[in-house]
């Protein structure tokens, strides 16, 4: 893919930039065209938070589409992010490198980056605190994608894979770990959460977005493989006497199995970190509890589902709950958030052993 800058700045598909009025309205546009799951979750959030929350995802979405667009080059890929990156700071315009690269968007993902300066404008017209809130978690999101990107060249020719299961943990912290700690920060100026109150929500934030992000890669393991990409580790695989090329393999389908048995651990210990950050949370603050318990509730069904399917590796097969499920689970969710103890009653229903710590 060819840049070509343009003579002038492109003007943002959103709202005008000396107008804050529909900015709320533009992101929450938006939000269903890259997330539908998202745009219905965050609807349970209160207004104000929902709009700095709708905001702060957009801005992540963009530097995750620059990286995973597969027919960007490297250095081009660290430069865009690291201009987007410049582009958070304080007084700092949108970049028309990063709108060029995107010019002719194929996906709502990267008709958004095309349209990066629409959201930027709503972040730059947050309050100070919300900005400094966001700012530092999704800077470190681009760091890291950046790393990840130079480390990792993808080649069209043969299957790309991680190599240690440190890796593994790193990229889920750049992409997931940073965000359970910028809704941290968020919620914790919301809800005006003491220094003592705010450091034990902290202690489980790295766990609620690992514990999500690693259940997305269980259940997408095939469709990852078929795009040439392997998130499960070359040295866990060698672990157990198999590769991540073999990982659909019948003749090493004991081995593979055991491979996903041991992610499968590893999500269901983040999982339990995920419950424990979201009873964390007071109880009074109800829509929040809301916000994260639904998508953890999804991820704890899915991932029972995925370690009972005997076709999780099949590429002609997807890991999806049902929306009867999906339905339930809001319902349920609904009526327990108010009470841990039902909360973790529900959680261990859906998943056994989901609301213990995994095993070492």
């Given at each position: 893919?060819?840049?070509?800058?343009?003579?002038?700045?492109?003007?943002?598909?959103?709202?005008?930039?000396?107008?804050?009025?529909?900015?709320?309205?533009?992101?929450?546009?938006?939000?269903?065209?890259?997330?539908?799951?998202?745009?219905?979750?965050?609807?349970?959030?209160?207004?104000?938070?929902?709009?700095?929350?709708?905001?702060?995802?957009?801005?992540?979405?963009?530097?995750?589409?620059?990286?995973?667009?597969?027919?960007?080059?490297?250095?081009?890929?660290?430069d865009l992010l690291a201009r987007f990156k410049a582009s958070l700071d304080e007084g700092a315009p949108a970049d028309p490198v990063v709108a060029?690269?995107?010019?002719?968007?194929?996906?709502?993902?990267?008709?958004?980056?095309?349209?990066?300066?629409?959201?930027?404008?709503?972040?730059?017209?947050?309050?100070?605190?919300?900005?400094?809130?966001?700012?530092?978690?999704?800077?470190?999101?681009?760091?890291?994608?950046?790393?990840?990107?130079?480390?990792?060249?993808?080649?069209?020719?043969?299957?790309?894979?991680?190599?240690?299961?440190?890796?593994?943990?790193?990229?889920?912290?750049?992409?997931?770990?940073?965000?359970?700690?910028?809704?941290?920060?968020?919620?914790?100026?919301?809800?005006?959460?003491?220094?003592?109150?705010?450091?034990?929500?902290?202690?489980?934030?790295?766990?609620?977005?690992?514990?999500?992000?690693?259940?997305?890669?269980?259940?997408?393991?095939?469709?990852?493989?078929?795009?040439?990409?392997?998130?499960?580790?070359?040295?866990?695989?060698?672990?157990?006497?198999?590769?991540?090329?073999?990982?659909?393999?019948?003749?090493?389908?004991?081995?593979?199995?055991?491979?996903?048995?041991?992610?499968?651990?590893?999500?269901?210990?983040?999982?339990?970190?995920?419950?424990?950050?979201?009873?964390?949370?007071?109880?009074?603050?109800?829509?929040?509890?809301?916000?994260?318990?639904?998508?953890?509730?999804?991820?704890?069904?899915?991932?029972?589902?995925?370690?009972?399917?005997?076709?999780?590796?099949?590429?002609?097969?997807?890991?999806?709950?049902?929306?009867?499920?999906?339905?339930?689970?809001?319902?349920?969710?609904?009526?327990?958030?108010?009470?841990?103890?039902?909360?973790?009653?529900?959680?261990?229903?859906?998943?056994?052993?989901?609301?213990?710590?995994?095993?070492?």
């Amino acid at each position: 893919m060819t840049i070509s800058v343009p003579a002038a700045p492109l003007l943002p598909a959103g709202p005008d930039s000396s107008d804050t009025a529909g900015d709320a309205s533009w992101c929450a546009a938006e939000l269903p065209k890259v997330s539908r799951t998202f745009a219905l979750t965050i609807k349970l959030l209160p207004a104000q938070l929902r709009h700095e929350v709708g905001v702060a995802y957009l801005l992540c979405r963009i530097a995750d589409t620059i990286e995973d667009t597969a027919d960007l080059p490297v250095p081009t890929k660290v430069d865009l992010l690291a201009r987007f990156k410049a582009s958070l700071d304080e007084g700092a315009p949108a970049d028309p490198v990063v709108a060029a690269a995107f010019a002719v968007p194929r996906i709502d993902d990267e008709a958004l980056v095309r349209d990066h300066a629409a959201a930027l404008g709503c972040f730059h017209r947050l309050e100070a605190a919300a900005r400094a809130d966001i700012r530092p978690w999704v800077a470190e999101m681009c760091d890291g994608m950046a790393g990840f990107a130079q480390q990792y060249v993808r080649d069209p020719q043969r299957l790309t894979a991680l190599q240690t299961v440190d890796d593994l943990d790193r990229y889920c912290w750049f992409v997931a770990g940073t965000v359970g700690h910028l809704l941290t920060a968020l919620f914790a100026r919301q809800l005006r959460l003491s220094p003592a109150q705010r450091q034990r929500l902290s202690a489980s934030a790295t766990g609620f977005g690992l514990g999500l992000q690693l259940t997305n890669i269980i259940k997408d393991v095939a469709d990852d493989r078929a795009r040439g990409w392997s998130f499960v580790p070359r040295a866990l695989c060698a672990a157990h006497g198999t590769t991540p090329e073999a990982m659909n393999d019948p003749a090493q389908a004991t081995a593979n199995a055991a491979v996903m048995a041991a992610l499968v651990t590893k999500a269901r210990g983040h999982l339990d970190e995920a419950l424990t950050y979201s009873l964390t949370l007071p109880r009074h603050a109800y829509r929040i509890r809301l916000f994260c318990l639904t998508p953890l509730f999804f991820a704890v069904r899915t991932l029972d589902l995925a370690a009972r399917d005997p076709r999780l590796l099949d590429p002609t097969h997807k890991v999806k709950i049902t929306r009867t499920d999906v339905k339930r689970t809001v319902a349920v969710t609904h009526l327990v958030a108010p009470s841990n103890a039902l909360c973790r009653w529900y959680c261990a229903t859906l998943m056994p052993l989901a609301h213990q710590p995994a095993k070492p």
